[in-house]
Every structure is written in C-alpha cells, then in structure tokens.
C-alpha cells in the first residue's frame, strides 16, 4: 500500500488522544497506511526567510514533520493571506479583507518552502493528501519541482462564488493552482459548483465533463465529499464520568428549564451577535421564556492577532449583558456566555441535555458542532437542530429546523416552534438527521476521498 502524505497548517500529533473528528480520522489513515504529517511546527523563528528548520520525528510507522516560520512569514503567509484576506472572501465577507502587497509574497514562499522540505521525504508512489486554504497553491510548486506523485486537496471552508472570489488579489492565480491536483474535494455541491461556474466564465476554454474540468491543459477532478464527525469516539465521551457528571447537575439546577446550546470559536463567520439577538427577540415575543429558557454560548478566543476579529468580543459581551440586564432575575439568568475552551467532554455532556442545539453561521464550510449535536441526542426525548442555511451542513441535515440568521424575527419564530416541538416530530426529525450523521462519518469521508485519489 503506498504511504499517506498529510500537509495541513498545523501540525497533528499522532502520540496524543486526538480531540477533534478531524485529527482522529487523519491519524487513524495514517496509522493503517504508514506516512508523513507535515505542517507548521508552532515555532517562530528569527532565521532568514524561506531557511525555517523542519523538525522531523519517527513516531512508530508515522513520521512528523514541523516547519519553523520567521515572524515575518507567520504575519504574511498566516495572519496575511490566509487570514486577512482568504477567509473573509470565502465566508462571503469581502468588506472584512484586508490585503497587502507583502502577504502574498510570503503566503508563495511558505507554500515553496513546505514543498521544498516535503519534495526532500517523498518516495515515487506516495499519496499526497493537501488541506485547506493556507495550502492551495503547494502542489503547483511541487509539480514545478518535478513530484509526479498523485495530489489531492480538500478544502474545509466555502468557495465562493466567481463575482466574490474575484475580490481576491490574484485569484485568477490561485485559482489556475487548483489545476495540478489530481483531485479537489469541497463540503458541497454548492461548492463544488461555484468552482465548475468560475472555471465556465473566468477560465480560457474549459471543458467540463462530469467530475472532471480541463483547463490549462491540465485536468482536474472537483467533487464534493461532505467531511463527517467521529461518531462512536464523541458517543464514548457522552458516557463518561465528566460528562455524566456535568448533565447530571446541569439538570438537577434546572427545574425543568430548557437549555439551549451555542458552541464555535468567536469568529465572526459564526453568527454570533445575530445570535444574541435571535435569543433576545424571543424572549420579547413570547415572554413565557423567560425564567424557563437559558442560552449558553460557549465561544473560546480564535486569532485574535488578526483585526477583524479585535470588535466581536467587545460586541459579544455588550449585547449578552445588556439581555441579562434587561431580563434577569434573582434566580435565573438568561445568556451564559463563556468566552473560554471548554473540555470535549463537558460539551457532549451539555448537547445531550439541551433542548435546542443552536447552529446559525453566517457562513460556514460544513459545521462539525451540527453533527455532534445530533450524535448524543437521546432517541426516546431528543432535542432539535435548529440550523442556518448558510452552514454546509444544511445542504445533507434538511430535517434540521432551517433558518436564515440574518432574519432576526422569522429565526426566534423557528426557535419557539423548536422549543415547543411534539415529541413525535422530534423523534422523526432526530431519526433521520442521525442516520446521515452515521452513515457520514469522518472514517467514511477520509477512505471515500483516499480511494478516489488512488484511482484518479
Ligand atoms: C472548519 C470549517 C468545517 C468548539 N469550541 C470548543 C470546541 N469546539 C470544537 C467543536 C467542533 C470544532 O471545535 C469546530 O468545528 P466546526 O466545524 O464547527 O468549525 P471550524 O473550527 O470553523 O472548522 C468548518 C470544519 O473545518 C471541518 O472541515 O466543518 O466549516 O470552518 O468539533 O466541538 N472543542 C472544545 N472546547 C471548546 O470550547 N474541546
């Protein structure tokens, strides 16, 4: 069997318990097939540009390997491009880019770097697996260094469609390195969709048939592969002391009072304020909420050297206070909002006792916390996914409760008919949503795209 290659941004660690689907799955690939992960190693260093050391290690048939970046790279390759201006444009949010000439510079210097020490390890038939955005152009730089091996990449955030993507410095440069992959895997058919319509418009002479577009003479195959979570591994942890204990108090406190559950990094692709104002409306339409409903917000700090992201705790913290101000009482305080990492296990604990799982990006590549929610709900008295359309997820949980965030007063309606659900259509719902979480898995996923790409 040939060797699995993983380049991601930051670097898995194979010797400790994965915490998330993703890491789980990549590791659990890497374990059966033998291979390298590859990725930035974390360091900052003041050696020149470009020299970063790699930091190799041989953990059993798995080999990790860390790339040093200078200071002046991690700004330009990571909080520059990738996230100063790639992911605002691809969630949609091209007012948020903030671009210089000196990212992009350092976002293809990086991404040669990364192929020059990887071109170094890899053997004749190694599969080369790429993940996101930080990354896309890097299998252009190893075709120019001669590496014939077969290259996939999957992209974990949206693709926008081409009148947004061309609000990118040199898109239709980052676009053209799409074309020496064997294989692009999206989240969805929309994605997958708004590539085949970039490439229709903005591209020379494409030609697209099926899975398969032919541009700059090359050929690439773009499909979509819904990433899933750990379903078994997240089910474990609801049974464990730590959750059982959390879920256990949490409804002893309670009596009788419905939770409703918010969890994702603050980050402003999430929703979060929209959120905060959803909750607020419902508890000034049907004021019978109040003293029985509680939102907890769970949103640990994500990039927070980047500047668009500087405003949103500020905002987070002022609209939840200004909730609790308007309608707490002694004994029951609206918005529990915790701006801090919470334990995996404490927050499979808190889905499976809430009542609504509240899930309403602005935009988002698919929406692992959907999944999770739906993985530990009880099947005899489940909870009810309520979930934005704008999250990739909607696109395969169409019995999730739908709603569109940016309509404050149609989305505290749909909240109140999910807080209000019979039991019967929560079971029906709850039904079908779990069995596309199960047979989506994150194990199936990452042996659904590794096949293909050994048979490009
Ligand atoms: C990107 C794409 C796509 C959150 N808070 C805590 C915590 N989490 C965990 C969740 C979930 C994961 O982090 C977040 O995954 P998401 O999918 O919701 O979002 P992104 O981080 O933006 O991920 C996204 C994903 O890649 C995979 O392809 O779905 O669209 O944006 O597992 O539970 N975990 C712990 N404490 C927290 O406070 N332990």
Not at 201 to 227: C, N, T
Not at 252 to 278: A, F, N
């Amino acid at each position: 069997m040939s060797r699995l290659i993983i380049v991601s941004n930051r670097l898995g660690n194979p010797t400790k318990p994965a915490s998330g689907g993703l890491a789980v799955a990549l590791n659990g690939a890497l374990n059966s097939r033998g291979g390298i992960w590859m990725g930035w190693s974390g360091n900052i260093t003041d050696t020149a540009p470009g020299r970063g050391d790699i930091h190799v290690q041989e953990l059993g048939h798995i080999t990790t390997a860390g790339v040093d970046l200078t200071q002046e790279e991690y700004d330009g390759y990571y909080l520059g491009f990738s996230n100063s201006v790639l992911w605002p444009a691809f969630h949609h949010r091209q007012d948020l880019i903030d671009s210089k000439a000196e990212y992009i510079d350092a976002y293809r210097a990086v991404n040669r770097t990364f192929a020059r020490h990887l071109r170094e390890m890899l053997q004749p038939d190694d599969l080369i697996w790429v993940h996101d955005y930080h990354l896309i152009p890097l299998a252009s730089e190893l075709r120019a260094m001669g590496v014939e091996n077969k290259i996939g990449f999957f992209l974990h955030i949206p693709l926008p469609p081409s009148q947004v993507m061309s609000a990118v410095p040199e898109h239709e440069w980052l676009m053209r390195s799409f074309f020496s992959y064997d294989l692009i895997g999206f989240q969805t058919e929309a994605d997958t969709e708004n590539f085949n319509l970039y490439a229709e418009r903005r591209l020379d002479q494409p030609q697209i048939e099926g899975d398969r577009v032919k541009a700059f003479g090359s050929s690439v195959i773009a499909k979509a592969f819904p990433i899933g979570i750990d379903v078994e591994q997240f089910r474990d942890l609801v049974a464990s002391e730590e959750a059982q204990e959390l879920s256990d108090r949490l409804q002893t406190k309670s009596q009788g009072r419905k939770w409703i559950t918010g969890v994702e990094r603050l980050d402003y692709s999430k929703g979060l304020p929209d959120r905060l104002k959803i909750f607020r409306r419902l508890l000034e339409k049907y004021p019978e909420n109040r003293g029985r409903s509680t939102l907890v917000q769970i949103a640990p700090p994500t990039r927070e050297d980047v500047e668009a992201y500087s405003d949103i705790r500020e905002e987070l913290e002022r609209l939840s206070g200004a909730v609790n101000g308007e309608f707490a009482t002694i004994d029951w305080t609206p918005v529990r909002y915790i701006h801090r990492n919470v334990p995996r296990a404490q927050l499979s604990g808190l889905f499976s006792i809430s009542k609504v799982g509240l899930v309403t990006p602005l935009r988002d590549g698919m929406n692992l916390v959907a999944k999770e929610y739906v993985a530990v709900q009880p099947d005899d008295d489940p909870g009810v996914l309520v979930l934005s359309e704008f999250a990739g997820a909607a696109e395969q949980m169409t019995d999730a409760v739908i709603v569109n965030p940016y309509d404050i007063e149609t989305t505290a309606d749909a909240l109140q008919q999910a807080l209000n659900m019979p039991l019967d259509e929560r079971r029906d719902r709850h039904a079908k949503l779990k069995d596309i979480v199960e047979k989506t898995d994150v194990v199936i996923w990452c042996d659904g795209f590794l096949d293909r790409l050994r048979n490009v």
